[in-house]
């Protein structure tokens, strides 16, 4: 029996990861951690989010998980460095394989993120992209309506579209010719991110969803067998609590069904 990767995230977005990693090795068991009970980490200090990020991996590890993705960008922003030094296995965040994308994308040099305000402040993206290459104008913006809007499933109209407007413009004025989506809510929006940016700029303009991109990322860290497991592949969900509604969002994220039977209920 193989082991299985641990996923973790503050909440259910991070599955929009797992939904990623399972599509690039559909072969590996996973286990995913949602702190549902204290999302959002994207406007808590660093501080509480490195707490919240040490119980979420220490957790994962009694499922003697091989590897580790630290699916929100937030964590990943602020906690990364700290979690590597206190596992024995390989941590991941989604934040340098996003960051490298978007160098990879960019015809300009000049990349947009958008992501929490913690994300943000932490920095992490500027000096993920400023490490592959100097040269790069990084612009990073807050978006922090875009995480309700995502989790009520109002992706596209009215409502997302006037969000987008505000939150682009900031990305608009700097002429940007590359989006990286830096926040595990915002693939759900990428479409009408990607129209109204296209309206405002005046040409078209890449988006890079950091999930996807941490998904071949971890393709080649891993070593996979000639002949993959058939019995593997299986996703198991946990949670810190049961919101309402959970089922819907769940699956708005994993881009399949969920049910409540599905999901187990955990304290840390
Ligand atoms: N998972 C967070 C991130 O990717 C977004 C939601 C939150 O603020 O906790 O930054």
């Not at 004025?173 to 830096?182: A, F, H, N, P, Y």
């Amino acid at each position: 029996m193989t082991k299985p990767i641990g996923i973790f995230d503050s909440g259910l977005g991070g599955l929009t990861v797992a939904r990623a990693i399972a599509g690039a090795v559909p072969a590996e068991n996973l286990v995913y951690l949602g702190d549902t009970a204290r999302v959002p980490y994207g406007t808590r200090s660093a501080k509480t989010v490195v707490r919240y990020a040490i119980a979420c991996a220490e957790r994962l590890l009694s499922f003697d998980i091989k590897l580790l993705v630290v699916a929100c960008n937030t964590a990943s922003g602020v906690a990364l460095g700290e979690l590597q030094d206190r596992l024995d296995i390989p941590v991941i965040g989604v934040i340098q394989p996003g960051a490298r994308a978007g160098v990879k994308a960019t015809r300009t040099g000049r990349i947009g993120i958008l992501a929490t305000a913690g994300t943000v402040a932490s920095g992490a993206y500027e000096r993920a992209i400023q490490a592959e290459n100097q040269a790069m104008n990084v612009f990073a913006r807050s978006a922090p309506l875009f995480v309700p809007l995502a989790e009520e499933g109002w992706v596209t109209g009215e409502v997302p579209r006037l969000a987008a407007r505000r939150y682009l413009q900031p990305l608009v004025e700097v002429d940007v010719d590359t989006i990286v989506l830096g926040c595990t809510h915002y693939p759900l929006l990428s479409e009408t991110i990607h129209e109204v940016a296209a309206e405002l700029l005046g040409h078209d303009v890449t988006i890079v969803d950091s999930a996807e991109a941490t998904a071949a990322a971890l393709t080649s860290m891993l070593d996979l067998p000639a002949t993959p497991d058939q019995t593997a592949g299986a996703l198991e969900i946990l949670v810190t609590d049961l919101p309402g509604q959970f089922g819907a969002a769940a699956s708005r994220f994993l881009g399949k069904a969920v049910g409540a039977l599905d999901i187990q209920v955990i304290d840390l």
